[in-house]
């Protein structure tokens, strides 16, 4: 059942105690590589600087982790784009990047780079449309084979799109 959540929902940014629920909203959407709640932890420690969170009546909803890359600076990586199922198609995954785009850590980001598998087309819809409202340029590299997962993961291409060069000031 879709929730329609025009104004209830809140973004912050995660902390560790977050790392578990954000694993089960992961693990929930099926269409995303499951890291440890360890990790989830990590980033909410970590990373939180350029993660988010969507938050709706105390439940967490979204999620989405990026880092700068540490030898280029002007480039966000954006790991992983999740929203529940209950609450897709609201917009809330464009809200969720928009919002951290805003934050201190990504001012002087110029490029988004993220890897998407052709199966995952919710992160395709919301990284062409975010190209394309702002004309931004945007192409896709090789990025990390599925030769390049162990044998019996069945893991998909995942292609690198690099959006960019924008201008990103507060
Ligand atoms: C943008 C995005 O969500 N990419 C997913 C990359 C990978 N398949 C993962 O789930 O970490």
């Given at each position: 059942m ?35 709640p ?34 280029n600076?002007d480039?966000?990586f ?27 850590a ?15 087309m ?19 590299t ?8 162990p044998?019996?993961?069945?893991h ?11 201008f990103?000031?507060m």
């Amino acid at each position: 059942m879709a929730v329609n959540t025009e104004t209830e929902i809140i973004y912050r940014k995660p902390v560790a105690k977050d790392g578990a629920s954000v694993w089960e909203l992961i693990r929930d959407t099926e269409t995303l590589d499951l890291n440890s709640p360890y990790c989830y932890m990590l980033l909410g420690d970590y990373f939180n600087d350029t993660c988010m969170i969507a938050e709706h009546e105390g439940d967490i909803i979204g999620f989405i982790s990026a880092f700068r890359s540490p030898r280029n600076q002007d480039r966000l990586f954006v790991w992983q784009v999740a929203v529940a199922r209950t609450h897709q198609r609201q917009g809330i995954a464009k809200t969720m990047l928009t919002n951290l785009l805003k934050q201190k850590a990504c001012l002087g980001v110029r490029f988004i780079e993220a890897t998407i598998s052709p199966s995952n087309m919710a992160s395709h819809r919301l990284f062409l449309s975010f190209a394309e409202q702002r004309s931004i340029p945007s192409t896709v590299t090789a990025g990390y084979g599925a030769d390049m997962f162990p044998d019996r993961t069945n893991h998909e291409d995942e292609p690198m799109f690099v959006i960019g060069p924008f201008f990103n000031q507060m």
